[in-house]
């Protein structure tokens, strides 16, 4: 996250309200992603490192096959149906303002990736813990919650192997 106080509070809050959620049920989407049997908005010679479906979306977490950090390109991609509605950064020319960072909290420990576009910030992340895990999606407008969703059914994470620069510890109080 960002060294702003305002953006620590506000994903804070998303992060205390993920995880007092639970999984949904399992809603069918686009396409399969072969290694995990996960849907994902992917191509094939792309690799996965992320993708969640829910409230009738997938989010996927894409990236070439050359993605260094300093070469290739990482995108998150939403789609409702089989249109795609969000990709950030809008192009696959680089990695766009991304970064991730670890997660505590008195329940577990997780990842999150954050993408920065114009106006808005896209954050997915994975939590694992006592009450089991949690993945999902939100977006962050002028410091506020726009939208929060957890996935529902199978999803898959693998934020960590993502060569993005790393951010924040967040730590979230029981609050």
Request: with cysteine; net charge positive; charged share 20%.
């Amino acid at each position: 996250m960002s060294s702003h106080p305002q953006s620590r509070t506000v994903f804070s809050s998303l992060v205390r309200h993920i995880t007092l959620g639970g999984l949904l049920a399992l809603n069918p989407m686009l396409v399969l992603a072969a290694e995990e049997g996960v849907e994902t908005l992917c191509d094939d010679h792309e690799t996965t490192y992320f993708s969640c479906a829910g409230k009738g979306r997938l989010a996927s977490v894409c990236a070439s096959a050359n993605f260094s950090g300093k070469k290739g390109y990482i995108q998150l991609r939403i789609a409702e149906g089989d249109q795609l509605e969000v990709a950030v950064p809008a192009s696959r020319r680089n990695p766009g303002r991304v970064v991730k960072g670890r997660l505590l909290s008195v329940t577990g420990s997780g990842i999150y990736m954050r993408f920065d576009a114009s106006r808005s910030s896209y954050v997915v992340y994975s939590l694992t813990g006592k009450n089991g895990q949690v993945r999902g999606i939100g977006r962050l407008k002028n410091g506020q919650i726009k939208t929060h969703t957890t996935c529902e059914g199978d999803s898959y994470a693998r934020l960590e192997n993502a060569s993005v620069p790393s951010g924040d510890i967040v730590a979230v109080s029981k609050n």
